[in-house]
């Protein structure tokens, strides 16, 4: 009785992907191999043409597979608990980040009244690509927190072009004089912890999409 593997090679089959029985491609006879999966048991259903062209369908048998194997070949993979406390907490950080961009630009008294006149003069003095270069920092970040909440791979890149929006204020700010009240140690502290949570949350769905938490 041939096994799926042995059947396989036989045929001179290839596997496409990762520890997949699905998709195959007959190198040598022109075939796919059709797979269907039910539990930890797949039925392999293999289509080819013969010498003469005529179409020939062959069934296998059934066969068992092995817990750690049929984990590996499962597209349903189910999301871990931390998935959910990650994608919340980036979603209340991201959504104050927005919210914090709105209401400084369009300068809301009550919001600013805290911060001291030489931080608001700087802000104003922001150019217009500064200003986009923030926009898309906070926004592609709350893009990117409800991509992962929805558990879709696209929060990785919507992860990464908030970190490039990053970078790009934090371009002008390190190349343009800041005002005194910009150099304190809380605000270092805060533009360190910034970048913490950029680049983790970037490496984090890097992560998850690695192991198909994230399709």
Known sequence: MFLPHDLAQFLGAEAVGQGGV?????????????????????????????????????????????????????????????????????????????YDFVMTNVRDAGYLAPLPPDMIDYLDAYPAWVVLGWAAGVGFSLIGALLLLGRSLWAAYAFAFSLLGLATTQVYDFATPTPLSMKTAANWGMTGLIWIVAVGLLLYAIRMRTRRVLT
């Open 22 to 98: 699905g998709a195959r491609r007959l190198g040598r006879l022109g075939g796919q191999v059709i797979g269907e999966k039910v539990g930890h048991i797949r039925y392999l259903a293999i289509a080819r043409s013969d010498c003469i062209g005529k179409p020939v369908r062959l069934r296998c048998t059934t066969v068992t597979i092995e817990p750690d194997t049929a984990k590996q070949i499962d597209p349903e993979v189910k999301a871990p608990l931390h998935l959910w406390v990650v994608g919340i907490l980036s979603l209340l950080w991201s959504g104050y980040g927005c």
